[in-house]
């Protein structure tokens, strides 16, 4: 049996928070930076990287002492023909970057090389992406399995005061789902993060970064970056906009792609009955998924017959379509209900 110790919290010295980034990424404990498919948290990750390698600050005036080691472990990317470039155009000094070879041996969270590394380089950030890449060995989504994975993880952060920054896919939930509980694998991955940003997209080429977990600060502001894919990113520093009106923002995209469907289809049914694969055509030349497209078809009341078939479209009060007397002719449509419709041989109505 362990022997019974005790601690009076009168004995115990409170300490300062060091800080890479305050108050967004603290020294020696875990962050998070997650966020849905091309929302360019990578490329932040890899943007903070760049700032730490040259001593440059980062939005909110945060500058470091001098410039520091960072490694970087990307699992999806290539270090070749995405990395080291990106990087590069970043801004960053790539000698103070570094990388573990995994060729040969695939790296997890739990892997020594990872503590030998910090000792070598004296680096005082560490990337991992996608977070889930590094979980080798464990289930990540069991609670039992991650606990102690990420409890050695913030030991090694906290014996080098080294910032480990893990980027994270979120899953398919809801935008109103909490954060929590939108990462991939067990809520204990976000748990046990002392700090936690989500990147979200404000309009075509700008997205920012919401601080929506801080244990060790109060929250800081949300911060804008540009993800130009010619003039590339770039900080925009602070934002005023709140989390509702972050969420109100995306709904209303999907509302304008929801209203640009039912614009294309009034438009092309203005004159009576089209053919569904023109207006399919129309809807992907518009970058309108189908799915939308679709949706906006219900929403309308619009029926599909099918005639000599072919699919058509056409509004509740133009469903017929009658072939012309001329052979070869386009074919026009007769104010009749669906009903009539459903009686005229070869016509099939849904």
């Known amino acids: 049996m362990s022997e019974l110790k005790m601690l009076t919290m009168s004995e115990i010295q409170p300490e300062p928070v060091n800080w890479l980034w305050e108050p967004y990424i603290p020294s020696g404990k875990i962050s998070m930076i997650q966020g849905d498919g091309e929302m360019g948290k990578t490329t932040v990750a890899l943007a903070i990287a760049a700032a730490v390698s040259t001593g440059t600050a980062l939005p909110g005036g945060f500058a470091f002492d001098a410039p520091a080691r960072v490694i970087v472990q990307n699992a999806e990317d290539s270090y070749n023909q995405t990395i080291r470039p990106r990087l590069e155009m970043l801004g960053a000094d790539c000698d103070m970057i570094h990388a573990i070879d995994e060729d040969e041996n695939a790296l997890s969270f739990t892997d020594e090389r990872i503590e030998q590394a910090i000792i070598k380089t004296q680096a005082k950030l560490c990337i991992f992406d996608p977070v889930q890449a590094y979980f080798r060995g464990a289930n990540m989504n069991s609670a039992n399995s991650v606990r102690p994975v990420m409890k050695h993880l913030g030991k090694v952060a906290e014996r080098h005061d080294c910032a480990f920054l893990l980027v994270g896919h979120l899953n398919k939930g809801s935008l109103r789902t909490r ?3 939108r990462g991939l694998g067990s809520i204990d991955i976000y748990s046990a993060a002392r700090s936690v940003m ?5 309009d075509e080429y700008t997205r920012v970064m919401v601080h929506t977990k801080s244990n060790l600060a109060p929250k800081g502001a949300m911060i804008a970056f540009g993800f130009d894919p010619v003039a590339g990113f770039s900080w925009q520093g602070e934002c005023d906009i709140n989390a509702d009106d972050l969420f109100n923002g995306a709904r209303q995209t999907q509302e304008r792609q929801s209203d640009k469907a039912q614009r294309l289809i009034l438009d092309m049914l203005s004159n009576g009955a089209e053919e569904a694969a023109k207006i399919l055509h129309a809807a992907e030349m518009q970058g309108i998924s189908e799915k939308t497209l679709k949706r906006a078809k ?8 099918k005639k000599s078939e072919r699919w058509f479209w056409a509004m509740p009060i133009e469903t017929k379509f009658i072939n012309n007397y001329e052979e070869g002719q386009e074919g026009h449509v007769k104010a009749l209900s669906p009903l ?3 009686n005229e ?5 849904i």
């Open 340 to 342: 009539t419709l459903l």
């Open 198 to 202: 989500s990147v979200n997209k404000l």
């Open 179 to 181: 954060a929590a509980y």
């Open 345 to 349: 041989k070869n016509t099939e109505v």
């Open 298 to 305: 219900s929403e309308l009341g619009v029926y599909s017959f």
